[in-house]
């Protein structure tokens, strides 16, 4: 039998919403939203009449209606006149946020169906940069004149091409990690390394460390391959990681594997300096554990401090990397850097995910490899100019909000006042922005008031996107219940 929710039940979990509002149907649909994203509403739920819930709340039945018509637009409500609307959840994005769904219309809290932010709303819920377009044409264009001499063969490649692998080996071993063809097997992006490094390594119910907070698609890689993430949480009161911590989760759990992003770490965008490499390389070591270095952030090095990539402080270790960050998430391309033996068990646990990556992206990557220090100064100068802007704007406009200094990559990660981020998130397309809640790059619902904000935007597009922020902690501000709504529920992850 299908769970259902009386009047007075949905009215004491609502409490003392904002009922005097002047859009009162939007309050209401906001807080019944926050109760189902919060867990406090369980999925496929039938929510009371909207005769019997105005009665109940002391209202008009146009509100009820209003706000009920307003969930199902988004996605949150099933079912219409005649029937119970029952409780759902609207499709997700990769980053974690909810497409809200339904017809087409002028209110901006409605997104359209699919991963790109509709036409009008900016787009803080992805952490990636436009590509470095003659650059990348200019590779594509080379690629064309080099492809009919594969023409020829059969066309599937389990490891990659020679001449990409020879220009990643060749990247590697000029930045102190000397490195062959063989070690590198070519792959069709980070996600896809590391989803084919969890096949052939990890069994289900195996644990993995990871950072915590962590990259939320890396998270959900672990999760779908049957494996426990083991969540260690960076220093507390300092920048960095907790190499005490982290050195003494591998002694006791033993993990199979371990997940980190040194290089500019995606959220938070630190660094990890050379002595913390190595001891980290030696500590996964000692424990048995194959360590998993994702460095696909390695080359937005805002600020040029160099480190040693982890890979030469041990020959065990298993580095990822892509282009999608330097250049283009469009390009799909990406690496795994092993040792030749685990390079050929990583190629056999692929086949069962796919047969080889495209050519043609493979010849123009090649071509992107070796000229990588070409477009990376005038991309990482706009970056700096957008970070800077970013800092002084949040400063400004949301100076409760403490941003962690980024010492290169994409965004920086935010503590909040409160423990509002996932309520941030619901509401942020009413003042045209979409987010990605902090929860999202979790384990266990944490990270309520954090939310990583993106500088990949122009200057001029970052001002309009804080000014939406603080807009919509200003709404969070005049509506207490729906804080209310989170902060006195256990802290639920939004997956």
């Not at 060749?170 to 930045?175: D, G, I, L, N, P």
């Not at 959900?220 to 507390?236: M, N, T, Y």
């Not at 759990?253 to 290089?263: G, H, N, S, T």
């Not at 001891?279 to 270095?293: F, I, K, M, N």
């Given at each position: ?15 003392g919403?904002?009922?005097?509002a002047a ?13 189902v994203?919060?867990g ?5 739920t039938?929510?009371p ?6 009665e109940a709340?002391?209202?008009s ?5 209003a706000?009920?018509?307003?969930l ?14 029952r409780?759902r959840?609207?499709p ?7 497409v809200?769904?339904g017809?087409?219309?002028k ?11 509709p036409?009008g709303?900016?787009?803080?819920a ?6 470095s ?8 264009a080379a690629a ?5 001499a594969?023409?020829?063969?059969f ?6 091409l ?7 080996a ?6 102190g ?9 070519v792959?069709?992006?980070?996600q ?9 390594l990890?069994?289900?119910?195996e ?6 907070p ?5 998270l ?17 009161g ?9 050195q003494?989760?591998?002694?006791q ?11 500019f770490?995606?959220p ?5 300096p050379?002595?913390?490499?190595r ?15 994702d ?12 480190t040693?990539?982890?890979?030469a402080?041990?020959?065990?270790v ?24 685990l390079?050929q ?8 995910l796919?047969?080889?990556g ?13 000229a990588?220090d ?6 990482i ?8 802007a ?9 100076p ?9 990559g ?15 998130t619901?509401?942020a ?7 990605a809640?902090?929860?999202r ?7 309520e ?5 993106p ?22 501000d ?6 209310r709504?989170?902060?006195n529920a ?6």
């Open positions: 039998m299908m769970p259902s929710l009386t009047a007075s039940g949905l009215s004491r979990l609502l409490g919403w904002n009922v005097g859009a009162a149907y939007r309050e209401l649909a906001d807080v019944v939203r926050l109760l994203l919060d406090r509403v369980a999925l496929d039938a929510l009449s909207e005769r019997a819930l105005s709340l002391g209202v039945r146009t509100t009820v209606t706000a009920y018509a307003l199902r637009d988004q996605g949150f409500l099933t079912g219409g006149q005649g029937s119970r609307s409780t959840i609207p997700l994005t990769p980053a974690g946020t909810t809200f769904t017809p087409a219309r209110d901006p809290a409605l997104t359209a169906p699919g991963l790109a932010a036409e709303l900016i787009d803080l992805y952490a990636s940069l436009p590509a377009g003659e650059v990348v044409h200019r590779a594509f064309l004149t080099e492809l009919p594969l023409l020829p063969g066309g599937y490649d389990a490891i990659g020679l001449p990409l692998r020879e220009a990643v060749a990247r590697y071993s000029a930045a990690a000397p490195t062959t063809a063989d070690q590198i097997l792959t069709s992006g980070a896809h390394a590391l989803n084919i490094v969890l096949r052939a990890a069994g289900r119910q644990r993995v460390l990871v950072e915590h962590s990259y939320p698609n890396a959900d890689a672990i999760r779908a391959a049957g494996c426990r993430p083991v969540p260690v949480a960076f220093s507390g300092r920048p960095g990681w907790d190499m005490d911590s982290m003494a989760a591998l002694q759990q033993r993990p199979k594997l371990a997940y980190v992003v040194p290089d770490h995606n938070t965008g630190q660094l990890m050379d002595f913390q490499r001891r980290l390389a030696r500590a996964a070591a000692a424990a048995g554990t194959v360590l998993v270095v460095e696909t952030l390695r080359e937005l090095n805002l600020d040029s401090i160099w040693t990539p982890v890979a402080f041990s020959p065990a298993v580095t990822i990397g892509s282009l999608s960050k330097s250049h283009w998430g469009g390009l799909r391309t990406g690496w795994i850097r092993a040792t030749p033996d390079v068990r990583f190629a056999a646990a692929r086949t069962s796919d047969l080889g495209p050519l043609m992206e493979q010849l123009a990557a090649a071509h992107l490899v070796r990588l070409e477009p990376l100064p005038a991309r100068a706009a970056l700096r100019d957008s970070r800077a970013l800092l002084e704007l949040l400063a400004g406009h949301l409760e909000w403490e941003a962690a200094y980024p010492a290169g994409l965004s920086a990660w935010c503590r909040l006042p409160a423990p509002i981020s996932t309520a941030l619901v509401i397309p009413d003042f045209g922005i979409r987010l809640a902090g929860p790059f979790g384990v266990g619902g944490a990270f008031r954090y939310l990583r904000v500088f990949t935007l122009p200057p001029e597009t970052l001002e309009a996107a804080v000014l939406a922020l603080r807009s919509a902690q200003d709404r969070l005049a509506a207490p219940q729906l804080r709504t989170l902060r256990p802290a639920v992850a939004i997956a």
